[in-house]
């Protein structure tokens, strides 16, 4: 028994000294909390006493936003500073978010300018109409939803919060019936066609709210509520206004548009904003940094909680740079009118069925300005009318067989491979090679005519062209034997006719340029055919590019559309100071003498006013000196009509330049297509002599006019109703 | 038994108070943090649901005494292993059941929320250690440095079951509370200084040591250590927010302003001027912090820090071990929690996903720490009772 207590005392006193060393412990945790806990009140006075006022400050401090606001785009002149494309400005009304625009300021602000201005309801869409809805009757709409679909949505686990929102909205607006939408009535159409605008805006960028059709009374009502309508704001907008039906000017973009999708970065990259306008197109878009313009940029300071505590303008930016081009657009509507009227012409004649186009390109041999483009395309409309439409473009970015009109180029390319020399004499007669229908030239069936180049390039013979390639080949004329042509005489002769322009780009200022088709297969026929213009594809600016080069005496000069980039007018009346000038540019120099360039030249000028020549009949009696090349190609149909694939046919081509002596013009025409029989007008020739014609007379006029006038007007655009004006008085004067 | 004492006498009233006083402090700081209009639902109702959920639970837990839940406790330990492993294997996929959130799969998506099962092993995890050390200390009751040491192996052995599963998932903030409750197990488990000072020290030399290699040897951690960069990012974020800014470091910072410009006095209920992303749950001290300043955030501190003590005060009250076991760990839980909420919104500790308990909205948080505190309204409760069962001991002592 006296064990038993002692142990249970000794139980008991370790028990006590775990106890004790139980509170010890239990003490220690404690205190070490209470430190812990010390620690987060110390920091807490440090930042919320010690360093509150930084952070006070932090808050208060601004961020700055930079704005860019639109300037003009820069306007585009003809050479003689006739307007081209024209900025108009509109009046407009704008509103500008900040980061704490909330929905109901906008929605207020809205309902007070839907009393000042009348929308345009038409782009409102059915989901806009939902939301607006939703806005106005929140608690209707959601009541749409019931609790456990809304517990659902909730739940759903691989949504976000964003997205759950949005389902949730969604199953709203798929439940607001058609009545009532109906609802909204014709005051609240109005009030969301101002607001949907608004909501659609970025912070701080001034978003258009309406621009057209601002009348002057809405314009003076909202200007002087400004004070009541927080964000809104009246400014000048700017249209963008096509003065000429010059399909080479390009288009730019709406601010709806904005930059294009797949040029994004390109363009945010350059400081552009998402809604801006720029150039989509030809000249609008080639020519898009010069006529942007400096934007202005304004900084918006806002502090932290996204309100705008201060505005200051940074740069005050500029309007865009003018652009003047070497375009006459006298020149221009007057050939287009011919090319227009000869194709009709043609059109209604026999044989015609695939004949939709023709360009006439018209430039300075010296200095590669392009004075005229000129490219027109029928088309038939849905209601099977006929109508014509600009192609011009089509002069850089389609590509024909030319036929004849290289023949100059085949010469000077024998001449320069030292295959023969100017003055060879060589027998036209049909060439007959195995396993291909004889070759021969158009004006001798079956005789055997000795000729020497001129004569050649006068009469237009096939066969001095194919003896000139076989001499390049370095191969012998056997008659019904073949010919051994490799690959490399196909390059040699490309090559040499890439340093004329032909299938090589010209290197114009446009966007799209095309080099043209290279056939592909290397039998020996069709390098007879490529030496005639019947194998590879040129477009009709590489022809003008070529006959360039032999009239400028061998230089290959780059064709531009740009001829000065000027300051803006300051007045509106005269041109601004010229800010670059772009003179002409040499690509390269062909590889022949001056001798052989003059012998090509005189053939040329053989075809004009030689007693064979095959345009003497078009050119014989003009009144100026001139030297040209026509051209029949028999070209296989792959146009737009694709039933029609394959079907033979003739195309028409010509090439010159004038004055003989001294070029001020080269010019080139081309239509493809003109007949699928034989027989046909030739209007490649009408509307080449018609366009010289009408250039000398343009140039007659101008430098008469010149001389009464000082200084660089701003001339209003020429319209082609003057063009028939003057036409017409001309008829009544004959 | 404990018929000898009326309902009111053996209600822990003053906890009741404390929590009352946290679900007004919730409720307010939840309806300012909802006011950017950034959440479709109202957080404010379904806080004011969840405490009553809670409310329910503690209630209901009073029902049981200690007794049962010491025997009950590795039967919910199992059960909470179980719900663990059921969330590793459970399908991930998009829209599936367990489907990662901020890459990390710790959640069951159920029709009615979504349930943190980590959140419950928590407590769970809390009653097996106790029970587990009291039954040690039962069958050992002379103790030696071997008998210390075996205890320590098996509460490591009981750590290291669910802290596997969660660093699966992974959640480091959820593993590092296990530590805690480990450590304050530890500590007042009576284990011998001996052991604990030394393991203390080392923990705390390899945490600075990561740390410093965190700074200075990124490369060896990352390719020998086979840490992620993004574990560096938060390291970095936390000690530099503002090289961060646009980044990893906006949360911190958003959070450092909202705090400190709240200075002394707050901007007022509702007058919150600065966003913090996630400011109803895991960032809602910013809104206490900037909207009553350093008083208000001051007072929330210490209402937590009387918790504490109030449960302190508690666990010296309890004669049975395993109570006390399970206060202390209780005690640890709720200490890591704020320690390290608040902590990470003022830039004294890096940032994990750790709620701020009874204040944070969140189910799973407030179901965990209700069942925490159900214990303590129980143990309270049912006090008297086991006062009475060791009565002679005790009085021969005295």
């Known amino acids: 028994m006296r064990k038993n207590p002692s142990k249970k005392k000794r139980a008991a006193s370790v028990k006590a000294k775990q106890r004790a060393n139980l509170s010890f412990r239990m003490n220690i945790l404690f205190f070490s909390i209470f430190l812990l806990f010390s620690m987060l009140i110390l920091r807490l006075g440090y930042m919320q006493i010690v360093k509150g006022e930084d952070y006070v400050r932090e808050l208060a401090r601004t961020d700055e936003v930079t704005v860019n606001s639109s300037v003009p785009r820069g306007r585009i002149y003809d050479r003689q500073g006739r307007v081209l494309v024209d900025n108009e400005p509109k009046n407009a009304i704008t509103y500008t978010k900040l980061q704490s625009t909330t929905t109901k300021d906008m929605l207020d602000v809205a309902n007070k300018l839907a009393k000042l201005i009348k929308m345009d309801t038409k782009p409102i869409t059915d989901r806009d109409k939902r939301d607006f809805w939703i806005t106005l009757n929140k608690e209707k709409a959601y009541a749409k939803v019931s609790e456990k679909e809304q517990q659902d949505i909730n739940n759903a686990p691989d949504l976000e919060q964003k997205e759950k929102q949005a389902k949730l909205d969604q199953l709203v607006r798929d439940r607001i019936t058609n009545d009532e939408l109906r609802e909204l009535t014709k005051k609240d159409l109005q009030v969301l066609a101002i607001y949907r605008l608004m909501a659609a805006g970025y912070y701080l960028s001034p978003q258009i709210i309406k621009s057209d059709n601002v009348t002057n009374k809405e314009f003076a009502i909202v200007s002087e509520n400004l004070s009541k309508l927080p964000g809104v704001n009246t400014t000048t907008d700017w249209a963008r206004v096509k003065k000429s039906a010059l399909s080479i000017l390009g288009s730019t973009t709406t601010p709806r548009e904005g930059i294009p999708k797949n040029l994004v970065d390109y363009y945010l990259a350059r400081d552009y904003s998402r809604n801006d306008r720029v150039g989509k197109s030809y000249i609008e878009q080639q020519y898009e940094e010069i006529l942007q313009g400096q934007k202005a940029v304004v900084k918006n300071a806002t502090n932290g909680k996204g309100q705008v505590v201060d505005t200051e303008t940074t740069s005050e930016g500029s309007p865009g740079k003018e652009l003047i081009l070497t375009i006459d657009s006298e020149l221009q509507e007057s050939v287009d009118k011919i090319v227009e009227e000869q194709l009709l012409f043609a059109k209604s004649q026999g044989g015609s069925s695939l004949l939709d186009r023709a360009f006439l390109v018209m430039m300075n041999p010296n200095t590669g300005e392009v004075l005229s483009m000129v490219g027109k395309k029928l088309e038939t409309d849905d209601k099977g009318k006929m109508t014509v439409n600009d192609y011009a473009i089509g002069t850089f970015t389609s590509a024909y067989e030319v036929g004849s009109v290289i023949k100059p180029a085949t010469l000077l390319t024998g001449y320069s491979l030292n295959a023969i020399t100017p003055n060879d004499v060589f027998i036209d007669e049909p060439i007959k090679i195995a396993g291909t229908q004889p070759k021969k030239s158009i004006f001798n069936p079956s005789g055997s005519i000795p000729m020497d180049g001129l004569t050649a390039l006068e009469r237009s013979s096939n066969v001095y062209m194919f003896k000139t390639a076989m001499k390049i080949a370095g191969v012998n004329y056997v008659p019904n034997a073949g010919l051994r042509v490799t690959l490399e005489d196909f390059t040699k002769i490309r090559n040499s006719y890439a340093q004329f322009g032909l299938g090589v780009k010209t290197g114009i200022d446009l966007p799209g340029e095309f080099e043209g088709f290279k056939g592909n297969e290397t039998i020996s026929g069709k390098l007879l055919d490529l030496v005639i213009g019947q194998y590879d594809t040129f477009t009709p600016l590489q022809l003008a590019q070529f006959v360039s080069t032999i009239a400028n005496g061998g230089k290959r000069i780059q064709p531009h559309l740009a001829k000065e980039i000027r300051e803006p007018s300051v007045d509106g009346k005269t041109l601004g100071p010229i800010v670059t000038e772009l003179g002409p540019t040499i690509l390269n120099t062909i590889d022949n003498s001056k001798t052989e360039i003059d012998y090509v030249k005189n053939g040329m000028h053989r075809v004009y006013f030689g007693s064979q020549g095959t345009g003497a009949s078009y050119f014989r009696d003009a009144k100026f000196d001139a030297a040209g090349k026509t051209g029949t190609a028999e070209a296989v149909y792959y146009g737009p009509n694709k039933s029609a694939y394959g079907t033979q046919t003739l195309s028409i081509t010509h090439v010159g330049y004038a004055p003989y002596d001294n070029p001020e013009i080269a010019y080139a025409v081309v239509v493809p297509w003109v007949t699928t029989g034989t027989n046909y007008t030739a209007i490649n020739n009408i509307i080449a002599r018609k366009a010289v014609d009408k250039y000398f007379e343009i140039q007659k006029k101008n430098t008469e006019k010149a001389k009464q006038k000082v200084g660089e007007k701003i001339q209003k655009p020429i319209t082609k109703e003057q063009i028939d004006e003057e036409d017409a008085q001309k008829i009544d004067a004959q | ?398």
Not at chain 2, 85 to 94: N, Q, S
Not at chain 2, 146 to 154: A, E, Q, R, S, V
Not at chain 2, 352 to 367: D, E, K
């Open chain 2, 1 to 398: 038994m404990n018929t000898n004492k009326k309902f009111s006498d053996r209600f822990d009233w003053t906890l009741a108070f404390i929590m009352l006083l946290f679900c007004i402090i919730s409720v307010t700081a939840i309806a300012s943090a909802q006011t950017s209009g950034q959440y479709a639902a109202n957080y404010v109702t379904k806080q004011l649901f969840w405490y009553f959920i809670g409310a329910c639970i503690m209630g209901a837990m009073m029902y049981f005494e200690p007794d049962q839940y010491k025997k009950m406790s590795w039967y919910l330990y199992g059960a909470g292993i179980l719900l663990l492993a059921l969330l590793l294997i459970a399908p991930g996929g998009v829209g599936q059941i367990a489907e990662p959130r901020n890459g990390a799969k710790s959640w069951f998506h159920l029709p009615v929320g979504d349930i943190q099962p980590s959140e419950f092993m928590k407590t769970f995890f809390i009653l097996a250690l106790a029970r587990m050390v009291s039954k040690h200390h039962e069958k050992y009751s002379m103790r030696s440095l071997k008998t210390d040491f075996m205890l320590l192996g098996k509460i490591f052995g009981v750590l290291l079951i669910p802290l596997a599963f969660i660093m699966q998932q992974p959640d480091l903030g959820s593993a590092l509370v296990f530590f805690a409750i480990t450590a304050a197990t530890v500590i007042v488990a009576g284990i011998s200084w001996k052991i604990i000072l030394p393991i203390a020290g080392s923990a705390a030399a390899l945490g600075a040591g990561l740390l410093w290699m965190a700074l200075y040897m990124q490369d060896f951690l990352q390719h020998k250590l086979g840490f992620s960069p993004y574990q560096f990012a938060r390291i970095y974020s936390w000690l530099d927010p503002y090289s961060y800014a646009s980044s990893d470091g906006y949360h911190l910072i958003s959070s450092l302003n909202a705090i400190g410009s709240g200075e002394i006095f707050g901007k007022g209920f509702q007058g919150r001027e600065v966003y913090v992303p996630e400011n109803h749950t895991d960032f809602v001290f910013s809104v206490i912090g900037e909207e009553y300043g350093f008083i208000g955030a001051s007072a929330v501190i210490c209402l937590f820090f009387f918790l504490i003590f109030h449960l302190t005060k508690l666990t010296l009250q309890m004669k049975d071990p395993f109570c006390t076991y399970v206060c202390a760990g209780i005690i640890a839980m709720i200490t890591f929690h704020v320690l390290e909420n608040i902590g990470m919104t003022i830039q004294l500790l890096p940032i994990t996903g750790i709620p701020l308990p009874f204040i944070s909205y969140g189910g799973s948080s407030m179901m965990g720490n209700a069942l925490a505190l159900g214990l303590v309204f129980s143990m309270k409760f049912h006090h008297r009772t086991y006062m009475f069962g060791n009565h002679d001991e005790d009085e021969e002592f005295l």
